[in-house]
């Protein structure tokens, strides 16, 4: 399947659960929001950055997960009540916070060896948190595993992240031309509480992705 394929058919997905996915990520991204806005107003444009990794790694991993569960259970036909999907995501938190952590790190770092290692870590560490938890693998296993999954697939899944990504990255740019700093806290919390919802669709088309790609035996796991 070629990316925009994969693309419609996650759109499809978005807007037809987006009531369901509302209701479960919703609250928590506007926390996160929340937190990261009362961290910056205390520490400042100055302040250590560190700070606002540790919001994220807060709360973050529970509404990822959640979302990751839901499209699992959406995709065999389940409904599952909201209150279980956060119940089981803050079961998994210790692990996805720490693989978060892992992910982060490395992307930070490869970003700044001139960009391109940044974005290779980027799309080759990108199945890491479904084989997290769809398949209960320890933090440093799934990204292994994610990297040999990525393999002779690596165009195919930047173009889909890139097709996301650089349209928020375009639009919340607007977002702070139109209303530059110092801003209205209120909307500053609506600016990055509606940019960090969109986010999740690259969760949706990521999910498809693996889906698809995970069911492709590899090559090198084929009998001689």
């Given at each position: 399947?070629?990316?925009?394929?994969?693309?419609?058919?996650?759109?499809?997905?978005?807007?037809?659960?987006?009531?369901?996915?509302v209701q479960?990520?919703?609250?928590?991204?506007?926390?996160?929001?929340?937190?990261?806005?009362?961290?910056?107003?205390?520490?400042?444009?100055?302040?250590?950055?560190?700070?606002?990794?540790?919001?994220?790694?807060?709360?973050?991993?529970?509404?990822?997960?959640?979302?990751?569960?839901?499209?699992?259970?959406?995709?065999?036909?389940?409904?599952?009540?909201?209150?279980?999907?956060?119940?089981?995501?803050?079961?998994?938190?210790?692990?996805?916070?720490?693989?978060?952590?892992?992910?982060?790190?490395?992307?930070?770092?490869?970003?700044?060896?001139?960009?391109?290692?940044?974005?290779?870590?980027?799309?080759?560490?990108?199945?890491?948190?479904?084989?997290?938890?769809?398949?209960?693998?320890?933090?440093?296993?799934?990204?292994?595993?994610?990297?040999?999954?990525?393999?002779?697939?690596?165009?195919?899944?930047?173009?889909?992240?890139?097709?996301?990504?650089?349209?928020?990255?375009?639009?919340?740019?607007?977002?702070?031309?139109?209303?530059?700093?110092?801003?209205?806290?209120?909307?500053?919390?609506?600016?990055?509480?509606?940019?960090s919802f969109?986010?999740?669709?690259?969760?949706?088309?990521?999910?498809?992705?693996?889906?698809?790609?995970?069911?492709?035996?590899?090559?090198?796991?084929?009998?001689?």
């Amino acid at each position: 399947m070629n990316p925009f394929d994969v693309l419609r058919d996650s759109l499809y997905f978005f807007k037809r659960n987006l009531g369901q996915i509302v209701q479960l990520c919703l609250p928590l991204v506007i926390l996160e929001a929340f937190l990261q806005q009362l961290v910056d107003n205390n520490v400042g444009p100055d302040g250590f950055p560190g700070y606002s990794v540790v919001v994220g790694l807060l709360v973050y991993p529970l509404y990822t997960a959640a979302l990751i569960l839901f499209l699992d259970a959406r995709s065999r036909g389940e409904s599952p009540r909201i209150r279980d999907l956060l119940a089981m995501s803050a079961t998994l938190w210790p692990r996805f916070a720490l693989l978060t952590a892992l992910n982060t790190l490395l992307i930070l770092i490869g970003l700044s060896l001139y960009f391109l290692p940044g974005l290779w870590l980027m799309v080759t560490l990108a199945f890491a948190e479904y084989l997290l938890v769809l398949r209960g693998m320890a933090p440093l296993a799934a990204m292994k595993e994610s990297l040999r999954l990525t393999r002779g697939h690596f165009l195919r899944i930047l173009v889909c992240i890139l097709c996301v990504m650089a349209p928020l990255w375009l639009l919340k740019g607007a977002s702070y031309a139109v209303y530059p700093e110092p801003q209205n806290p209120a909307i500053a919390l609506l600016i990055d509480s509606a940019h960090s919802f969109l986010q999740l669709f690259t969760s949706v088309v990521l999910f498809r992705l693996f889906m698809l790609i995970g069911e492709v035996p590899d090559k090198n796991d084929r009998p001689a």
